[in-house]
C-alpha cells in the first residue's frame, strides 16, 4: 500500500538518512507496537493535524522517540513537508482519513526498519 512513497522517499538523500537506533528499537520492542501506534496517533493529532500548528517546521524533534525519527524518514514531520510529499494542503486541518494514512507510513516504517535490524543481528 506505501510503496510508491517509500520508493520516492528513498530517492531522497536527507530522507534515507533516518534510521531507527538501537535504543528507540529496544523501546519499541518493549512497548509494543499497539502503544507505539497510540504515541503515533497522539502526536500527529496535537503537533501535525491543527490548520497552523505552533512551530510548524519545528515541532518534532528529530530523536528522542522512535515516532520521532520515523515521521522525518517518511516526511511527516510537518505541515511543509506533508504538503510536498502527501500533497495534504496546508492551512486546513488534516481530515482523520489523513490522519490515519500519516500513521499508517510511520508504523510501516517502524515494522521496515525493525525486520531490517532483526536481519542485520540475525534474531
Not at 528513498?10 to 533516518?18: G, I
Not at 510536498?84 to 488534516?94: C, I, R, T
Request: charged share 30%; with cysteine; glycine share 6%.
Amino acid at each position: 500500500m506505501y510503496d510508491e512513497i517509500f520508493d520516492r522517499l528513498k530517492n531522497s538523500e536527507f530522507r534515507s538518512r533516518f534510521k531507527l537506533k538501537e535504543k528507540d528499537r529496544e523501546y519499541l520492542l518493549n512497548k509494543g507496537f499497539a502503544v507505539i501506534e497510540s504515541h503515533a496517533r497522539d502526536f500527529i493529532a496535537k503537533r501535525i493535524a491543527p490548520a497552523n500548528p505552533p512551530n510548524d517546521g519545528k515541532q518534532t524533534p528529530t530523536k528522542g522517540h522512535p515516532v520521532f525519527t520515523a515521521q522525518h524518514a517518511t516526511a511527516c514531520c510537518c505541515r511543509g513537508c506533508i504538503n510536498k510529499w502527501h500533497k495534504f494542503p496546508k492551512g486546513v486541518p488534516l481530515t482523520q482519513k489523513q490522519q490515519d494514512y500519516l500513521v499508517g507510513i510511520i508504523m510501516e516504517w517502524l515494522k521496515r526498519q525493525t525486520a531490517k535490524m532483526k536481519e542485520v543481528t540475525g534474531e
